[in-house]
């Protein structure tokens, strides 16, 4: 523009320096402890430079686990959360394409109805109804079992209003000429309106994958049993109150392997996550 | 908006609808109508009677000064995370949407933690905030602070809006950079045409043209300082010590974990509720109507 932006770009790079440095600190610190000597940590004198137990330290976290607080080995609970968020992240999609479907190319009774009974479940997270949630959940004998895990996460307000924008700028005119080629209501959605939701599904997808995986409450609730638990349940089972008995790079081993699915996806996907993030929140 | 031209079934439309209106039935109203149900019931020790008393659960929890206090408490949290990360953010998104080189890795560098669930991130901060072992707490001893949050209230607060805010700062850098996009250079140029120095041209010109995307990220700060922070507490200080860092969510989870009074458990449940409708309520009508000048 106009005036000298030498200082200014300077300043940019610098001020942006910092951020990815506040940003990634915790994060680098946490490599570096599962590196390291558990002795030497509990000491607090954990360098500041990774260390040579990294093979040592991984391989016990996933196929060993901790030996004092959960027996489990993460590797166990790094399965449980990816079932966990691929049944939420697809069952979301399946369930909410086709209400969505419904609502917007059938006429019938209620048809507003049902779409506000959807729409209004955006105001009742799993917070505001923790017990009677639960206890629903133990009367279907669903404690302790995967579909305990995903089901009662499955429902999508957020995704039905999605696909249900995006059917609506569907022209008429590409139902009628498949109507013409004499396709009922299951060849119209199978063969024209999956293909054109592809991409709406994937970054929906990316989302709804991030979301799974970084369920806390729910699983907390309905898993007692180790073998269940999701990651992000797990590793806070490994925290010991007093110190002396916290595998600390066994717990940060599995904070980075907790992390590494999720944050894979939004670098790997970056264009696809930008804009689910952006049409699901908008 | 209706479609002209629809498919006609008497029950298609409703066996496409179902699985969903089951879920959401069985799994959202029904508790929800419980919670509701059970906030107006008195109910004994053993389960065994339960008397109809109308409001006295909510006069009862409205009375305690601990709930007061949990109400105060969880809006001092919220204002302090929303600020805390909404201004940092502001700031990396003004120079991450200069047209600087290598920028699209820093915006890569500063976006992934939005992946980071937030037990971990209350599990990273503990960690190097813990009294006797972490890096930082090295650091703050040195420089004299007796930093102890296990026993100070005030520390641990601290301790849990730092993570929280932290996880949340590369979900507001990414809608602030997405809405300082959407503002038209132009509006820049002719501002510095007209002379405006660039803090100037920020203040008058871009910030405002910001205003929706600021309303947007506050409503939903709050409810990511309400509701989502529930993660970082459990993983960081379970509320304590002396329940400083227990916010409304995490209450109705400890007080129904001890299996106390289902009345008052409830009561605070339907609030919450009471509260999510308000701040959706909100976001739906600056989403509609797109605060511009």
């Known amino acids: ?282 | 908006m209706q479609k002209q031209s629809v498919f006609t079934s008497r029950w298609l439309p409703f066996a496409l609808i179902a699985p969903q209106l089951v879920i959401v039935l069985v799994f959202f109203y029904w508790p929800a109508g419980q919670a509701v149900r059970q906030s107006f019931l008195l109910q004994d020790a053993f389960g065994l009677s339960t008397t109809f008393i109308w409001f006295e659960n909510y006069r009862d929890l409205l009375s305690e000064p601990e709930y007061f206090a949990t109400i105060v408490r969880t809006f001092v949290f919220a204002f302090a995370i929303a600020m805390s990360s909404l201004s940092l953010a502001l700031l990396f998104a003004v120079m991450a949407d200069k047209p600087l080189r290598g920028v699209a890795l820093y915006r890569t560098l500063l976006i992934w933690p939005y992946a980071v669930a937030p037990p971990v991130a209350g599990v990273l901060w503990v960690f190097m905030l813990n009294p006797s072992l972490g890096v930082l707490a090295r650091g703050l001893r040195e420089m004299g602070v007796d930093w102890n949050p296990l026993l100070d209230g005030n520390q641990a607060a601290l301790l849990v809006i730092l993570a929280s805010a932290w996880k949340q700062i590369s979900y507001n850098f990414l809608f602030f950079l997405a809405g300082l996009q959407s503002i038209p250079k132009s509006v820049h140029e002719a501002a510095a045409i007209d002379g405006a120095r660039p803090m100037r041209r920020f203040w008058t010109v871009t910030f405002p043209l910001l205003t929706p995307t600021i309303f947007f990220l506050i409503v939903v700060n709050i409810v990511y300082a309400f509701f989502d922070t529930f993660g970082v507490i459990d993983t960081m200080t379970r509320g304590g010590p002396a329940k400083a860092t227990e916010t409304l969510v995490y209450k109705v989870y400890v007080d129904g974990l001890l299996g106390g009074n289902l009345g008052s458990s409830a009561a605070q449940s339907v609030i919450l509720m009471g509260l999510v409708i308000v701040l959706t309520a909100i976001q739906f009508r600056f989403v509609e109507r797109k605060v511009t000048y």
């Open chain 1, 1 to 282: 523009m106009v005036e000298n932006e030498g200082i200014q770009r300077y300043v940019a790079h610098v001020i942006l320096w910092v951020g990815i440095a506040v940003v990634a600190f915790p994060v680098y610190l946490a490599f570096v402890a599962s590196t390291q000597d558990n002795a030497l940590i509990a000491n607090g004198q954990m360098s500041l430079l990774p260390g040579g137990h990294f093979l040592e330290t991984y391989y016990r976290t996933i196929f060993v686990g901790t030996s004092g607080t959960t027996r489990e080995p993460v590797g166990m609970m790094l399965f449980n959360s990816f079932i966990m968020a691929m049944s939420i992240a697809l069952g979301k999609i399946a369930i909410s394409i086709i209400s969505a479907y419904a609502i917007v190319f059938f006429r019938f009774p209620f048809r507003m109805t049902v779409f506000w009974i959807i729409f209004i479940t955006l105001m009742l997270p799993v917070e505001v109804r923790i017990y009677p949630t639960y206890k629903i959940a133990a009367d279907l004998n669903l404690l302790d079992s995967y579909s305990g895990l995903a089901l009662p996460l499955i429902a999508s307000a957020t995704a039905t209003l999605l696909f249900r924008q995006f059917f609506m700028t569907v022209p008429d005119e590409l139902l009628e000429a498949s109507r013409i080629d004499g396709a009922g209501p299951f060849r119209f959605f199978k063969d024209t309106l999956l293909p054109l939701s592809r991409t709406n599904m994937a970054a929906l997808f990316v989302i709804l994958f991030i979301y799974g995986w970084n369920q806390y409450l729910w699983p907390l609730l309905i898993t007692t049993r180790d073998d269940m638990q999701t990651i992000q349940v797990g590793i806070r089972k490994m925290i010991v109150t007093s110190d002396a008995l916290t595998e600390w790079p066994i717990v940060m081993a599995t904070a980075i392997l907790a992390m590494l699915p999720p944050v894979a996806v939004v670098i790997l996907m970056q264009k696809l996550f930008v804009r689910g993030l952006v049409e699901t929140e908008k």
